[in-house]
Structures are given as structure tokens and as C-alpha cells.
């Protein structure tokens, strides 16, 4: 059993390095599950509330798709006004009610600190899929695992690497979370390219200096030849005060081939939390990029169901079970 099994997992400041390892170990064993190549029924009988109050694709789905892949059951609410939270339900009376339908809790809420205000109320592990603009702790880790696989590839560790972050650091609450993940390791090099109004957040700078990584602050992309991963994020238009202000950094720093080229290595890993905006106004990930083999974008949203996988099998303890309730895939499939 790990000490993750039947808690909360609300932040990424819960883990240390040696519990990511674990994490990505077990993410790894999944594979075969989530390729098809074998099924498990480890989780039969076990039921995740999936509980979204803010729009989401893939980390909804891919909870309950890592979910269902573990054998277990899902259900769902989705949207603030489909549920009694529109009714002025507090947040502990919700988790009161839908932890005694549950055996594990997913949840993602538009402000900053509810994910953990829920839990405090909920009789079952409440696994954070993203509150406002603070974290997003199993897009850190995803996305921490899909580095360590790409540079794999390139012969290389976390340790020591280069990571561009562009746009709105800000409110981008997965960039919040990546970077607290990575001043666990060490000798990394941040360089956080923003407009000066979407500046990362003193917390997370504060972080990263008191872990003595190196760090570069500038608004414009320029000198980042020997830069691992260039890590692209959406203006958060959603925590602006006003579409106007929004609209003013649209389009800021988009990337396209051509940039990519002018700028970075040949090698550079470009990663982004997805969804990217691709209207035109802002384009900031260009479709021209989608035959770069560097573009990493869609192992990661992969990657994501691999860890999500993980998280539940560790958080129910059942991770030293999973093979042992294996069974053969018997229908056509082409993912292995
Ligand atoms: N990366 C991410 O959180 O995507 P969704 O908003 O689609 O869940």
C-alpha cells in the first residue's frame, strides 16, 4: 500500500520524488491496458464520481476512461447549473451526499481552493481535476511523465533540462503545477516568456528561486536554441475580468513551423495542456506544427489516461492487483 492510498490528492505539493517514481512506474504498467492489449477487471463493482462544474474534454474523459479501463464505474455530473450547487448547495453537503454514492471522487471547479473545501466534506478520496486558476495536479504529472519520456528519446533525464514556458503564466494553473513538480529535480532552467500582465505568480517564482534553479524572465522569444521543451499554454480567457482583456494578449506569442525553427532546436519537445486555441485570432499552436514529430501533444492527452490510471489504482490500493484480474481483449482493436 502507498501512503496515497485513501487520501485526498489536491496538490502537487503533496508528492515528493520518490512518490512521482512510484506514480510513473505504475503508469507505465498500464499499457497494455490502456493499448488494449489486455483488460482488467481489478476495480469491477467500484463507482467514480466524476463531478465537473467547469468545461472540460480530456481530463474529464480520461478519468472515467482510466476508470472504466481499471473495471470500474462512472458517473457524472456536468456543469454548474445541472446540479444543486445552482441551488445554493454548499460544497460539504454535495461531497456528503455524492461520497455516499462513490467510492473515489474526480472534480473540477472554477475557483481557486473548492477542490479541497469539497473534500473536507467527502467520505472518499477526492482526486483535484483542476480548481480555478490555482492547480492542476494530474495535468503536472502527466505532463512531468511525457517529459520524461520524450527526453528519454533524446538521451537525456529531468534533471538539468531547459523548459520554456509561453503566454499566460498567469492564470494558467497548469504551468502553476508543473513548475512546483519540477523544482523537485534538479539544475533546471526556467525561462518564462510572458507579457509582463500575465507574469507567473510570485508563489511559483518564490518556489522555484528557493529551489535554486535557474530562472529567465522575458516577453519575447528569442535565444532558446539549446531549450528541452517548449511548453505552450492557452490565454485563459475564462479568468479575465472582460473579453476585452483577453482579446488584448490573443495572438501574442503564437508558434508555428516557422517559428519553431528560427528559435528552438531541432530536438525541442512542444508540449501544450491542450485545449489550444486555433481560431484565428489567436493560433497560438499552428496546425502546420501537427507533422512535427517533436509535437508532443497528443502523447501527452495518451499519457494522461496512463496516470490517471495509476492515481486510481494507487489511491484504492489495488496497484499490486491490477494483473492478477487480467483477462484477454477479445474485439478488433487498433491501438497496440
Ligand atoms: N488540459 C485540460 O485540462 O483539458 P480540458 O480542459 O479539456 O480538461
Redesign the pocket.
Known amino acids: 500500500m502507498s501512503h496515497f492510498t485513501g487520501h485526498h490528492i489536491l496538490s502537487v505539493n503533496q508528492f515528493e520524488r520518490e512518490a512521482i517514481e512510484k506514480i510513473f512506474t505504475v503508469a507505465h504498467s498500464m499499457e497494455p491496458y490502456a493499448r488494449r492489449q489486455k483488460r482488467t477487471s481489478v476495480l469491477t463493482g467500484a463507482i467514480l464520481g466524476n463531478l465537473?462544474f467547469?468545461?472540460?474534454?480530456?481530463?474529464?474523459?480520461?478519468f472515467g476512461t482510466a476508470f472504466n479501463l481499471l473495471g470500474g464505474e462512472v458517473r457524472e455530473t456536468t456543469g454548474m447549473s445541472n446540479s444543486a450547487l445552482a441551488k445554493g448547495e454548499s460544497l460539504y453537503d454535495t461531497a456528503r451526499v455524492l461520497s455516499g454514492y462513490s467510492d473515489i471522487i474526480a472534480m473540477?471547479h472554477p475557483q481557486a481552493g473548492s477542490v479541497k473545501e469539497f473534500a473536507e466534506g467527502s467520505r472518499v478520496p477526492v482526486i483535484n481535476?483542476?480548481d480555478g486558476a490555482n492547480e492542476?495536479p494530474t495535468?503536472a504529472l502527466l505532463d512531468l511523465y511525457t517529459i520524461q519520456r520524450e527526453l528519454e528519446y533524446n538521451g537525456k533525464g529531468i534533471d538539468g533540462l531547459h523548459i520554456a514556458m509561453i503566454g499566460d503564466l498567469r492564470y494558467g494553473r497548469?504551468v502553476h503545477s508543473l513548475s512546483k513538480l519540477l523544482c523537485l529535480y534538479k539544475n533546471i532552467h526556467f525561462t518564462l516568456i510572458s507579457p509582463a500582465e500575465l507574469a507567473m505568480p510570485d508563489n511559483v517564482i518564490a518556489a522555484i528561486e528557493n529551489a535554486g534553479h535557474r530562472l529567465t524572465v522575458t516577453d519575447h522569444i528569442d535565444g532558446m536554441v539549446d531549450a528541452d521543451i517548449c511548453y505552450q499554454t492557452r490565454i485563459q480567457e475564462e479568468r479575465f475580468p472582460s473579453q476585452d482583456e483577453a482579446n488584448k494578449y490573443r495572438g501574442r506569442f503564437r508558434l508555428n513551423q516557422t517559428i519553431y525553427t528560427r528559435h528552438f532546436q531541432s530536438k525541442t519537445v512542444i508540449m501544450h495542456?491542450?485545449?489550444r486555441d486555433s481560431r484565428t485570432e489567436a493560433n497560438e499552436l499552428d496546425n502546420d506544427l501537427n507533422s512535427n514529430p517533436n509535437l508532443a501533444i497528443f502523447r501527452?492527452?495518451d499519457n494522461?489516461v496512463l496516470v490517471r490510471m495509476a492515481l486510481f489504482a494507487i489511491t484504492l490500493g489495488v496497484e499490486h492487483l491490477v494483473s492478477k484480474y487480467e483477462h484477454d481483449v477479445v474485439w478488433y482493436t487498433n491501438k497496440s
Open positions: 465537473f467547469e468545461p472540460s474534454t480530456r481530463t474529464r474523459v480520461s473540477r481535476g483542476g492542476h495535468q497548469t495542456p491542450l485545449p501527452q492527452t494522461g
